[in-house]
């Protein structure tokens, strides 16, 4: 990289309500998006000359709520009205091929999906000019979360000294620190966290010019949650440097409420509370946020949390799960781990304790769930328990 400063542009992804098609749903996700558009279009200018391109995608079908859509974003301020753009987009004729047991986001968020979320993006760049730039950010956003007036900024500034240690790779950082703000009848609790999930908009791809042949490939929405040192291993297999940024300013507001698609409650995942506040509404909430600032000059101290037991599975349609678990790396040698396939109380299979990494059950039923017990010796050290979606 020259000594010259680099030229950058922020591509931030929003997708409106996907696939939901009950239509009380969509208005009242239209109300909350109208405040996270506001809060978008009072961003402040990005230093250093980085340009920035919004990009919300709208589904055809969903047409009738383009004016109210287009009088949000018109009630942006002049610079960030020129940047924002609404991107349609069809669903395919015959529908998503998610089984109706799979994750909820798969049902109702089907293009941030692998596949799918590459096709939205190469089909909204696909007129992008990017010789003039020297690398892009690209984040992605929900579409009901809100967010400070230099949170792009920030991420401008981190993605510049991210590009600065490692040039010629592609980098994915995830922020450590935000808000979650809890909406109840009685009014909004705002809490000021290290929180051990990054969402989308509190995470980035920053993508050098050497890598624009596959833009697509790295969707913000790709981007894992989990942050720790087995993710970063992952990634590094994939030529991907990945890593969280410990001491951010939370300039990310992650809205929950008793209706969302995912669990409500997010304490499990809540590593250190620094305060709390009330707010009357959201209207009170979306006030505070909006004339919030912060000092961005620190040195962002990059490192993934320590490394987590993983248990994930994945089933086909035919009812194959295949459980993997990454037990030599967290546990050792000489651990052994056993596998049991569950369905409420009873137990329909088990593999007794081996050294296997990856194992198979085969005719799976929907509504089972994986538990695992990891042994040392004559001692089981450590459980865990997992639903199999799909």
């Not at 989308?200 to 894992?224: C, D, M, Q």
Request: charged share 25%; net charge negative; proline share 5%.
């Amino acid at each position: 990289m020259s000594s010259k400063q680099p030229r950058l542009l922020l591509w931030a992804d929003m997708i409106f309500c996907d696939a939901e098609t009950d239509q009380e749903i969509i208005k009242a996700y239209l109300n909350r998006f109208s405040r996270t558009l506001a809060s978008i279009g009072e961003q402040s200018p990005l230093s250093d000359g980085t340009d920035m391109q919004i990009v919300i995608h709208v589904s055809r079908d969903k047409s009738a709520y383009l004016p109210a859509l287009e009088l949000s974003i018109n009630r942006m301020d002049s610079l960030t009205r020129a940047i924002t753009r609404i991107h349609l987009y069809d669903h395919p004729s015959g529908g998503y091929d998610a089984p109706p047991t799979s994750h909820v986001d798969k049902l109702k968020n089907p293009n941030k999906q692998p596949g799918r979320r590459e096709a939205l993006f190469a089909s909204a760049s696909k007129y992008l000019r990017l010789d003039q730039y020297d690398a892009l950010i690209r984040v992605s956003m929900d579409d009901d979360d809100l967010l400070h007036p230099d949170h792009f900024e920030q991420i401008n500034l981190i993605a510049r000294k991210v590009l600065c240690s490692t040039p010629q790779s592609v980098s994915a950082v995830g922020m450590y620190r935000q808000f979650l703000a809890y909406v109840r009848p009685e009014g909004v609790t705002l809490e000021n966290v290290s929180f051990r999930r990054c969402i989308p908009g509190n995470k980035f791809f920053v993508i050098p010019r050497a890598h624009y042949e596959t833009l697509e490939a790295y969707s913000p929405w790709g981007i894992p949650e989990f942050i720790d040192q087995e993710a970063e291993d992952l990634f590094s297999q994939r030529g991907i440097v990945l890593t969280l940024v410990r001491n951010n300013e939370p300039t990310f507001v992650y809205m929950r409420r008793g209706s969302n698609l995912s669990q409500d409650n997010k304490s499990a995942y809540i590593d250190n509370l620094e305060g709390r506040l009330q707010f009357q509404d959201e209207d009170e909430l979306h006030d505070f946020v909006a004339n919030q600032s912060n000092d961005l000059t620190y040195s962002p101290d990059l490192a993934p949390l320590a490394r987590e037991f993983r248990l994930t599975v994945s089933r086909s349609p035919g009812g194959r799960a295949v459980v993997a678990a990454n037990l030599e790396k967290m546990f050792g040698q000489d651990a052994m781990i056993a596998y049991y396939l569950v369905k409420g109380a009873e137990r329909l299979e088990t593999l007794w304790y081996s050294r296997e990494e990856v194992v198979v059950f085969k005719d799976v039923p929907p509504g089972c769930s994986v538990r695992a017990f990891v042994r040392l010796g004559d001692e089981i050290i450590h459980r865990k328990a997992v639903r199999i979606w799909g």
